[in-house]
């Protein structure tokens, strides 16, 4: 295992340097992000490439070999294949959070105002023609069990960014943002199958098909359980808790879950990981049903011992370090600061964390690098959900808990 993919540095103790450090760093991402109209690659973007997708012959595997080559490759193809950059439903729903965040944190209006246009710009561009709002892709995405096409949602995309609008209905007290998570709810009920198994039912991750995913399941279970907080609607608490059910009963002996059951999903990550625990957390806290808490405690145990070199530099899976992801990073600090509650030393690695990837993934101009392949090889594409947004929820998220 790689000891170390970057400069180690310690974290400053006092929460006064710690709180400068994160906060130029936050200044820097704003002023990349405002001197590119909110707008970039993705990582997944490789089928926008006009120039080469032809050549794919719209076949399963051409397509995937296009896609994951743009994605892996060390040096960003996208300009000579002909991929613009372009805005992101996901991207704004994690702008909005970290814009919000820093609202509270510092009182300034201006993050109000970026967080209000990010949730009304959210509100105007969703994927029409389905029972509630939902989001998707601005780019048609192959993946390992379903090709889906360009506005097509996701449950993960619509779970992440109706959660945006639950902590604008909180911040902001605005029954519009409470309405538009409602709507989301709606979709997943009446637009996505779920599919029984043992005592709980799984999700679908998207409306044309069965694709049944872990941290799509429980996204989508965390939505609907505090959207019932707030709306005491009891079909959402129902699903709810057996799409948790689901995924507590695939939990493996070591506490870990797996990306999905399929023998073709079989990989443990990191910011996966991080996923299903906080929507655990979210399920708990929202309906006051705590009978999985043991399974997230120790899966929160196994997260935070598999997961964290001593330096704070985040591994991606459980086998191996490289290569460091950014959202590895921001997942990483998000679901540390989430857990402070019950966790008081998650803080420390959250910080830990933030100024590995400020001080090793953070470029000059202020955006943050897609991956370090080794402390020499970094892929610097500008990602803009993947990284930018993310980063700016998590360091926010870091700066008002300090």
């Not at 994605?71 to 002909?82: D, E, I, S, T, Y």
């Not at 509630?132 to 192959?142: I, K, L, S, T, V």
């Not at 949602?153 to 605005?174: C, K, M, R």
């Amino acid at each position: 295992m790689t000891a170390s993919a970057g400069r180690q540095l310690d974290v400053p103790t006092r929460n006064g340097a710690a709180k400068a450090q994160l906060r130029a760093s936050i200044d820097r991402l704003f002023g990349w992000l405002e001197k590119h109209e909110y707008r970039s690659y993705d990582t997944f973007d490789g089928l926008n490439a006009k120039f080469v997708r032809p050549f794919t012959f719209e076949t399963k595997f051409l397509r995937t070999v296009l896609q994951q080559g743009v994605r892996r490759f060390p040096l960003n193809l996208r300009p000579v294949l002909g991929v613009s950059k372009g805005y992101s439903t996901k991207g704004m729903g994690f702008l909005a959070r970290g814009f919000m965040r820093l609202h509270h944190a510092t009182g300034e209006q201006i993050w109000a105002d970026k967080a209000e246009f990010a949730l009304q710009w959210l509100i105007d561009h969703k994927s029409p023609g389905y029972s509630g709002a939902c989001w998707g892709n601005h780019f048609d995405y192959q993946s390992r069990s379903f090709y889906l096409p360009k506005g097509v949602p996701t449950i993960v995309w619509t779970s992440l960014i109706g959660h945006a609008f639950l902590d604008g209905y909180e911040h902001f007290q605005n029954d519009v943002y409470l309405q538009t998570a409602v709507s989301a709810c709606e979709h997943i009920l009446r637009d996505l199958q779920t599919y029984p198994d043992g005592g709980g039912a799984c999700i679908s991750y998207i409306p044309t098909g069965n694709s049944q995913v872990h941290n799509a399941n429980t996204l989508g279970g965390s939505l609907l359980a505090r959207t019932y907080m707030h709306t005491g609607n009891a079909p959402y608490r129902d699903l709810a808790q057996k799409a948790m059910q689901y995924t507590a009963q695939y939990q493996r002996p070591d506490a870990s879950w797996y990306y999905g059951e399929k023998a073709n999903l079989h990989w443990v990550d990191n910011f996966h990981t991080a996923y299903v625990l906080d929507c655990f957390k979210y399920y708990g806290d929202s309906t006051k049903d705590f009978s999985f808490e043991t399974k997230l405690g120790k899966g929160y145990d196994y997260w935070k011992k598999t997961f964290f070199l001593e330096d704070g530099t985040p591994r991606y899976y459980d086998h191996k370090t490289l290569p460091i992801d950014i959202q590895c990073c921001s997942q990483a600090i998000d679901t540390l600061v989430f857990f402070s509650d019950h966790d008081p030393d998650g803080l420390n690695l959250a910080l830990k964390v933030a100024q590995w990837t400020i001080s090793n993934m953070q470029d000059r101009s202020g955006y943050f690098y897609y991956r370090r392949y080794s402390p020499w090889l970094v892929n610097k594409t500008p990602t803009l959900h993947w990284g930018q947004a993310t980063m700016m929820s998590a360091l926010a998220a870091l700066y008002k808990a300090l």
